[in-house]
């Protein structure tokens, strides 16, 4: 075991704070990481907080890691000391279940590990990004092939990166669809990104005026106050799609009413408190369908990072210390981010080396 500088939670109700904890030494198959940057998504402050009443403390969160190789165990084949890698939201699954075998280990049937908070169902904890170093299994270790000097800006692409790229390319975004993106924060700016660079024509629905003209500059050809229904109104029956990545609770139904026919409204924000129901005639009138979708697969999630280096996307980042967390939090609550913090981990290493 090597101890390890963090930042932890203790509790739902305590600010983030300086934690020591072991991690385990590289074993046959593991790759340990010195971590350099880590992205802060909203989940991070959902389960900091325990909004989803099943956080086990202390809670180390962070699944947007970036940073270089500093061993390989024995039969390590894909990394080697000194390489660029990634770590993303999942640290591990069963490997043998059906979509584990179609490599959509984020639907393991026996639940993966996330890289924090530990197994789905229940096991030991497991901890995130916020540290100077991680140990990951190579099956969940990325490549990374953007140039290094983006490698900050690059950490966001491990989660808001995959979990738009995922279901936008699921339900089949391109040339010749009509794509909205709700919200204009971490996963949503990604979301307008990727979108656009798979040729649709994007739509951005946010509740900030102040983020109109972003929005046109990260790749969307309109941008929609979603609080105006006049300006909602505009859009009736003409979306094929429609992912949306608000944080919060609200009501669905304005959003379901743009969709033509056959239309798809897909819910990747994961709220602490449930949507109103939508109204079922805003469905069956137009066999409309209301779905979800969570990160994406390993296979997938290399796939995006490639796509992203090939269309040089990577993520608008607020690069911030560690120091700086709880604020950043607070901030982000407020949806004051432009639009992602990423944390520099050279803080940590100095705070640990004081
Ligand atoms: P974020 O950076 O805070 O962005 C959320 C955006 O939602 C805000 O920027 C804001 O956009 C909009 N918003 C916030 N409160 C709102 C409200 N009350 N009404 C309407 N719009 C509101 O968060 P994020 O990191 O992108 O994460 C978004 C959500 O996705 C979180 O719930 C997170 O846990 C979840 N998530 C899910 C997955 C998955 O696999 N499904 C993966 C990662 C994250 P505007 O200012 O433009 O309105
Ligand atoms: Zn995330």
């Known amino acids: 075991m090597s101890k390890t500088y ?122 995130g990004g916020y540290s100077t170093r991680i140990v990951v299994k190579e099956n969940f270790v990325l490549h990374i092939s953007h140039a290094e000097k983006d490698l900050a800006a690059v950490a966001p692409l491990l989660c808001a990166g995959i979990t738009t790229y995922s279901p936008l390319s699921h339900w089949k975004t391109g040339p010749g669809k009509k794509v909205g993106i709700v919200g204009l924060g971490g996963l949503g700016h990604m979301g307008v990104k990727i979108a656009a660079a798979m040729g649709a024509h994007v739509v951005l629905f946010t509740t900030s005026e102040s983020k109109r003209e972003d929005g046109l500059r990260l790749g969307a050809k309109e941008v929609v106050i979603s609080k105006d229904a006049e300006q909602m109104a505009a859009h009736t029956n003409s979306f094929d799609f429609i992912l949306n990545t608000v944080a919060a609770k609200h009501d669905l139904d304005p959003f379901l009413s743009l969709l033509k026919r056959d239309g798809t409204l897909t819910l990747v924000g994961a709220p602490e408190h449930p949507h109103p129901s ?66 520099d981990m050279a803080s940590l290493r100095k705070e640990e080396a004081a």
């Open 6 to 127: 963090t930042y932890a939670a203790q509790s739902a109700t305590e600010k983030l704070a300086p934690f020591t904890l072991e991690r385990r030494e590289p074993g046959a198959n593991d790759v340990q990481i010195d971590i350099l940057h880590c992205g802060v998504c909203h989940s991070d402050l959902h389960t900091a907080r325990n909004e989803w009443a099943n956080t086990l403390y202390p809670s180390v969160p962070g699944h947007e890691i970036v940073g270089r190789v500093s061993a390989v165990g024995s039969d390590v084949k894909n990394f080697k000391v000194g390489d660029l890698a990634g770590v993303g939201c999942m640290v591990d699954s069963c490997q043998h279940c059906p979509s584990c075998a179609e490599g959509e280990e984020q639907y393991c049937e026996n639940g993966f590990t996330g890289t924090y908070n530990g197994p789905m169902f229940g096991g030991e904890n497991t901890y």
């Open 278 to 343: 939508p109204t079922v005639f805003n469905l069956i009138l137009k066999r409309r369908s209301l779905a979800g979708s969570l990160i994406g697969g390993i296979r997938e999630t290399q796939e995006m990072l490639d796509f992203c280096a090939k269309h040089k996307i990577v993520s608008d980042i607020e690069p911030i210390d560690i120091q700086y967390i709880n604020e950043a939090y607070e901030r982000m609550l407020k949806s004051d981010v432009k639009y992602r913090f990423v944390i």
